[in-house]
């Protein structure tokens, strides 16, 4: 099985502590939902496992499920990360793009059995051939979201770390892009953040807050219930108190 690993882990910005002992364990095959107050750290979170910065102490490691067990250094292991603001360069048309994609990754998606047609990755986006002729720095903000979520699903990544998603999809979009996170869950860890309390309650296994410099899952609660809204609001409203 799959799985990200998180322990005793530290980490501030000068004098800001951020995380202060934080340890969780995300497993493949649940959907964990992140949430936490603005600024709590959870894009810092995900820029740690992805190591685009560093920790200041203990440990994030990765089981790829690859006979290897947990790894604390992975460079060979792919962390899938889809932006809140999406990383596309802005001089390419949508098709470019994921024609320079698909040849970048061909062994990649060869090797799980995915579509190397362009032609599919633009269908799933719900971009038309007039759309793929655009520069992605004419597209709108939701439909730059699509593609950029739509080509990180397609890797199969065995981690993968969503940022906000969704936030600035159309009602049908949403609908489906859930639909492909849900999916991904068999064969990755998936953890999203997110500050839309529905959306968490409608495709996440698992709530995860970060507070108090922690991680914390949410348990004994039916996800779905009011009583678990409550409970999350009056923890997170807590650490304000507490740090206050
Ligand atoms: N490179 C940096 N240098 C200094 N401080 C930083 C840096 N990156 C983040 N921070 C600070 O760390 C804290 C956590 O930021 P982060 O973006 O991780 O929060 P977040 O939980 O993702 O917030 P939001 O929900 O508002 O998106 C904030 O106070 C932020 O200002």
């Known amino acids: 099985m799959k799985q990200l690993q998180i322990s005793q882990l530290d980490k501030a910005f000068d004098k800001q502590v ?16 992140l949430l936490g107050r603005n600024g709590s750290g959870k894009s810092t979170l995900f820029n740690m496992i992805a190591r685009n910065i560093p920790l200041d102490h203990g440990e994030i490691r990765i089981d790829a499920d690859d006979g290897r067990g947990l790894q604390s250094s992975y460079p060979d292991i792919d962390v899938g990360m889809v932006y809140t603001q999406p990383h596309l360069p802005a001089f390419m048309t949508g098709a470019e793009f994921v024609k320079f994609f698909v040849e970048i990754n061909s062994r990649r998606l060869a090797a799980i059995h995915t579509s190397q047609n362009p032609r599919d990755f633009l269908d799933m986006a719900g971009l038309s051939e007039a759309d793929g002729n655009k520069l992605l720095r004419d597209y709108s903000e939701g439909m730059r979201n699509k593609l950029q979520m739509v080509v990180s699903l397609m890797l199969k990544p065995p981690v993968l770390l969503l940022d906000e998603p969704l936030t600035t999809v159309d009602v049908v979009a949403a609908h489906e892009m859930q639909q492909m996170i849900v999916q991904m869950k068999t064969d990755s860890v998936v953890v999203f953040s997110t500050h839309i309390m529905q959306l968490a309650q409608d495709i996440c296994d698992a709530v995860v807050l970060l507070h108090n410099h922690g991680l914390e899952e949410l348990t004994g609660l039916d996800i779905h219930s009011q009583a678990f809204e409550d409970e999350v609001i009056a923890r997170l409203t807590d650490e304000v108190t507490a740090d206050a």
Do not use: W
């Open 18 to 33: 951020i995380f202060n002992q934080a340890s969780y364990t995300f497993d493949q095959g649940k959907i964990y939902g």
